[in-house]
């Protein structure tokens, strides 16, 4: 008798720890990241300044849950971001992931949540990531590389420049945005009159530039990014080349170290830029408050996609991923420049985009003031329609 | 196949293979003299650009200066790592010298990750050296026709040195049998140190010239001196104007595949490396021991 009540104090006791336990537990946001490498300076520290800001909205705490951020450094290896996924499933029950932006490193990590009750926010851009691996808590962040390819070519083919070249770095990333670039050119009317992949060892890219220039190509796209992409702008100066280059993925903070003088008269397509509007402009000063330089577009999608998911915590007292995503998905998310955004059901976010001219070093009235917006895209245009899509959330 | 575009390809090979035979010049000086194989050779490489880039940011020093200052603050940084770091270590086999200037060059380049981003900084071509050749078959920018003529004049000056002045050949006898040297009167543990302070100084050097054509940033170093290596493994370790001769040859030969099979371009050095080695393992100008 006095041992059954022995054990019964101690099963309550284990009942009530179990029940204490999610009641104090915090509402933990992973940012996983690139801390050190070729894309730290565009996200790393300054996102996490990003998802702090949109903590600090929710004044750091929901229905007496708080909120807590943890940052790691996924050194764009697949092996240590999934190490680092796997205890912040298993031992702090981390309730979603937040950037991952590295293709590799995010198919790794959306195996692994799955099943799990975890949500995730795709930095990566893979069309994998919205096909065949999406997952009911997944969203993809990005454009994926097909939406990203239109967004860049179709403008510009329509504006005149129908010839194009692609330098691609040599891995899935690169042939991807090749592959869809050049579907993408032929299906606006235009042609593609050459394409060279570059290993990412490689620091001269003049051999490719003068091909390019020798096929009479109107336009160079640079699916390639950070340091390899600057040192091809830098050598298309140097080797005079009047095609216009047209980079996939060109952070202000890439204007910053290469300079105006190398990279004017560049065209593209952006999501976000920070002296778009005054929402913009007020959301950068607040940024800078805590950080030495304006948001990128990586920046602000940390911001908004945390936001809106604190939002969805909120509106749904629930931390439950499935719950939280869903809302997430039947609620249109306001962005910071006043737009709104649609997630889909295979995770895409549909979005309207902008075109932008980088500035002449003239017109430039300082530091960080780079682009010149141009126009929009509407985001319809650009999304692979869901009737295409190999998601099997996707009813069709 | 078009003729104009092989020799425009090759001839922009030649001004990658001016960088490579400045840098595996330097390492074969240091392992020939010193027995050091100098893994930290693509960091002092990459310092002499960030410094080229610090000098005019912070002191408006353009890159004519920098093409002097840098060389020599790289070069005295050489002269204190070789007395702190890697005299201790030449009673020792090579590995031990290999082993620490490969973490010596991690640890360099990770303190100016932090210190300047992942990045890259800005860097110009000099506003003399601007414009272009006309060589017929393409328009050369004058910056790549001065990096070949600079760098194959710096090259052949610095073999002359070592094989036909007095110092030179102290040099040479002090790696021969230091012991009999010192018997004679020079001072052969400064003479060593002085030889990997002028080695690096030489990557400095090279670091300068290339800040213009490629991205300065922390990896510029590691990423050209596996290919360096290379060089100075088919040139015959140890021998100086094997490592020139290979390396000019082995940048037109990178361009020429360029022009024929892109794809091939950053491999074919490495299957050049393998078949010399195979056919002649003391590589193309070593000398039997």
Known sequence: MAFGNFRSILFSGVALAALASPAAADIKIGLLTDLSGATSALTGKASQRAAEMAIADFGGEINGEKITLMVADHLAKPDVGLGIAREWVDRENVNVFLSVDNSAVALAVSDLIKDKDVAMFHGGSSSKLINENCGPNQVMMLLDTTALSRAITIPQIKAGSDKWYFIAVDYALGQDLMAKGSAAVKNAGGEVVGTALHSPQATDFSAFLLEAQSKGAKTIGLATFGTWQNAIAKQAQEFGVTAKLSPYYLGDTDIHSTGLETLQNISGAIQFYWDMNDKTRAFSTKFQEGYNRPPTFTNAYAYEFTHHYLTGVKATGSKDAKTVVQWMRDNPMPLINGDTATIREDGYTLRDVYTYQTKKPADSKGEWDYLEITGKVAAADIATPLSDSTCPLVKK | ?289
């Open chain 2, 1 to 289: 196949m078009d003729v104009y575009l092989i020799l425009s390809q090759m001839t922009l090979g030649l001004v990658n293979g001016v960088f490579y035979a400045i840098l595996s010049l330097g390492l074969a000086i240091i392992f020939g003299l010193l027995g050091v194989i100098n893994f930290a050779h693509g960091v002092f490489f990459m310092l002499g650009a960030f410094i080229a880039y610090a000098l005019g940011q912070w002191l408006g020093i353009g890159y004519w200066g920098a093409l002097i200052i840098a060389p020599l603050l790289i070069g005295m940084l050489g002269l204190v790592v070789e007395v702190t770091f890697i005299r201790h270590l030449y009673r020792l086999d090579h590995l031990y010298g290999l082993l620490l200037t490969l973490g010596l060059a991690l640890f360099v380049e990770g303190f100016i990750r932090i210190a300047f981003g992942p990045q890259g900084l800005p860097y110009s071509v000099p506003p003399s050296l601007r414009g272009a050749v006309n060589l017929g078959y393409m328009m050369l920018p004058m910056y790549r026709a001065w990096v070949v003529v600079a760098g194959v004049v710096l090259c052949l000056a610095t073999w002359l040195i070592i094989e036909w002045t007095p110092l030179g050949a102290k040099l040479r006898a002090a790696t021969d049998n230091p012991v009999l040297v010192q018997a004679f009167g020079i001072n052969v543990p400064v003479m060593l140190t002085l030889t990997y302070g002028a080695g690096v100084a030489l990557a400095a050097l090279g670091g300068v010239m290339a800040a213009p054509i490629l991205s300065v940033d922390p990896s510029m170093g590691t990423s050209v001196i596996i290919v360096v290596f290379a060089v100075v493994v088919i040139g015959g370790m140890g021998s100086i104007l094997g490592s020139i001769v290979t390396g000019l040859g082995l940048g037109l030969l990178e361009g020429l595949t360029k022009a024929v099979f892109p794809q091939a371009s950053s491999t074919v050095i490495f299957v050049a490396m393998v078949i010399i080695l195979v056919a002649r393992p003391r590589g193309l100008f070593g000398k039997a021991a």
